[in-house]
């Protein structure tokens, strides 16, 4: 079913478990990438090609999301150099998102708009590890959905979080990457002492 859209901004809260579920079901797992991988640290490609193979690579994103427990995950988490990432979230009001965005820009907030949240932030290619990160309580992402049709999508609280940290995967930032220098060591060692719950490529 196509996602309904309201003024400029894509309703992503229709028919979510049926969206998700159909994409989960056609998809298969990837193992994630894990920091220290070079795909994860370089932008990636711009999607210019719209087509059977895109949709299968969002179907498997949606696959290995769920396979990893995970709220969004960017195609370089999957060792794939495009500028695509899905998301399964909730927001602060308990309301459920699901969509895919290929090519996304984030909206600049006006300094005197911004309202930082400082919650804790973790990610799938850094495996049992959390640390605060301030970022902006509402987040605007402006790119393609799988036909190349031009979307905008809105989140507010830990879904805003969520889109700002799958765009910054794409363009090669982690969120440690925005940490201070005793964040990033401390996180590293909460990772060093977990055992992944999914699987991963291990690093060479």
């Known amino acids: ?29 990837r193992p994630v ?73 984030l909206d600049e907030l006006p300094a005197g708009e911004r309202v930082l949240d400082d919650s804790n932030e973790g990610c799938l290619s850094v495996p049992g590890a959390y640390a605060p990160l301030a970022r902006p309580d509402y987040a605007v992402v402006r790119g393609t959905d799988a036909k190349g049709e031009p979307i905008a999508v809105r989140g507010t609280g830990y879904f805003a979080r969520c889109l700002q940290h799958e765009t910054d995967h794409l363009y090669g930032y982690l969120y440690i990457d925005r940490l201070a220098k005793r964040e990033r060591k401390d996180v590293m060692r909460q990772m060093g002492e977990s055992t992944p719950r999914y699987e991963v490529v291990p690093n060479d």
């Open 1 to 29: 079913m196509a996602e309904q859209r309201t003024s400029e901004f894509i309703d992503d809260t229709q028919d979510c478990e049926a969206r998700e579920t159909a994409h989960r079901e056609r998809g298969t797992a």
């Open 33 to 105: 990438t894990v920091v220290g991988n070079p795909v994860l640290h370089s932008e990636c490609k711009d999607v210019t090609e719209y087509g059977d193979e895109l949709a299968a690579l969002i179907d498997d994103m949606f696959a290995s999301q769920r396979a990893a427990e995970g709220v969004g995950l960017a195609a370089n988490q999957i060792g794939v150099d495009l500028k695509v990432f899905v998301y399964d979230c909730m927001d602060d009001e308990g309301v459920r998102h699901v969509g895919a965005v290929c090519n996304p820009v």
